[in-house]
């Protein structure tokens, strides 16, 4: 089975470009979870769907930071303008309530942003 | 709202040694707990889990009680090895509301052969 893929897994920009990270989460996962993590810290739930609606993005920063997931499948993550505090791994994730898989959340390998 | 505390670290050991990283939580309800691990340059895997009082997950020689009264899921493995040297994170999940994963902050592990 395949696992949660992303794209690109490092991006180098500069302060007040525009970056988008793309997400294909294991097929069936109704659920994709993108999380923040900064170096030394835990990972931060940015935004959460199922299927194509939003659950929760209480602490998604929506004056720069934008997600969608259009068809219930992929989702892609934008940052525009960038800030410097930005630069982190943005992880998806995705999970499914199935009996086989217990509702884990599996996560992809991440998408690695230095904002210079 | 919903946290964990993990024990600070870095933490460095001698091979074979035994290790504890220990995780608190603060949570409404009955949440299920995780331990996650992530190895340089990787994502997250999910290392072992617990989803009711007293389960006891375990995985590659690691384990970790679900402790309802101290609110607690401390790590341990009696013998480390060199490949364990990776970031441990503790992670709880409720069932009310969205479930979401909530981390701690994370533990670095090295073992020294």
């Known amino acids: 089975e395949a696992g949660v893929a992303q794209s690109p897994r490092y991006k180098i920009i500069e302060k007040r470009q525009s970056v988008a990270f793309w997400c294909n989460p294991i097929s069936g996962h109704a659920t994709l979870y993108w999380y923040q993590q900064i170096l030394g810290q835990g990972p931060k739930l940015l935004i959460q769907f199922q299927n194509n609606g939003v659950v929760d993005d209480s602490q998604l920063p929506k004056d720069r930071f934008s997600a969608e997931r259009l068809k219930g499948v992929d989702s892609t993550l934008k940052i525009q303008p960038a800030k410097l505090e930005d630069s982190a791994v943005y992880l998806c994730?995705?999970?499914?309530?199935?009996?086989?898989?217990?509702?884990?959340?599996?996560f992809g390998e991440g998408s690695w942003l230095t904002v210079v | 709202g919903d946290s964990v505390t993990q024990m600070e670290g870095p933490v460095t050991l001698s091979e074979e040694a035994f290790l504890t990283i220990n995780c608190t939580y603060t949570a409404t309800g009955y949440p299920s707990l995780f331990w996650y691990v992530q190895y340089p340059g990787e994502g997250l895997q999910l290392l072992l889990k617990a989803t009711k009082a007293d389960d006891k997950g375990s995985n590659k020689g690691f384990e970790a009680t679900y402790r309802k009264e101290t609110t607690s899921f401390h790590l341990e493995k009696g013998s480390v090895q060199v490949s364990d040297s990776a970031v441990y994170f503790c992670a709880l999940r409720n069932i009310q509301g969205a479930q979401k994963l909530v981390f701690g902050q994370g533990t670095r592990l090295t073992i020294n052969p």
């Open positions: 994730a995705s999970s499914s309530p199935t009996v086989s898989s217990g509702n884990t959340i599996y």
